[in-house]
């Protein structure tokens, strides 16, 4: 019931910036924590960031913290995530994602899912 669509990847320098957006609509969305995931070729699907329904409590991978900023507009059902220092490894697909709670998000898993957006960092 939940739909996800993102949109802001591009190619960018390393040490660039990025800033990526996800549109959420449905009845249960507002409820719902969403983060973001990235996958590269032949890799398990990472978690990368996550932020609750109230916005009160955010979640990060350790190789993004510090870096990546999650943040989301109620009013707009849109998600961002604001990624600075760009790294080579950095490259994937992007992914929008949303569950019950951050935790939940955390762990790997996800009730809805985007259908990504590619990002590609060159050295």
């Known amino acids: 019931q939940v739909q996800l669509a993102e949109s802001g990847g591009g190619l960018v320098q390393a040490g660039g910036s990025l800033r990526l957006s996800c549109v959420g609509t449905?009845?249960?969305?507002?409820?719902?924590?969403m983060g973001w995931f990235r996958q590269t070729p032949g890799q398990e699907r990472e978690f990368v960031a996550a932020?609750?329904?109230?916005?009160?409590?955010?979640r990060y991978t350790s190789p993004v913290q510090g870096r990546f900023t999650v943040s989301r507009d109620k009013a707009k059902n849109t998600m961002y995530l604001q990624m600075d220092s760009l790294k080579p490894e950095d490259t994937a697909v992007y992914y929008c994602?949303?569950?019950?709670?951050?935790?939940?998000?955390?762990?790997?898993?996800?009730?809805?899912w985007g259908q990504g957006t590619q990002v590609t960092v060159s050295s």
């Open positions: 449905g009845s249960t969305v507002s409820g719902y924590a």
């Open positions: 994602a949303a569950g019950p709670t951050t935790a939940f998000l955390a762990s790997g898993q996800a009730t809805d």
């Open positions: 932020i609750s329904w109230n916005n009160i409590s955010t």
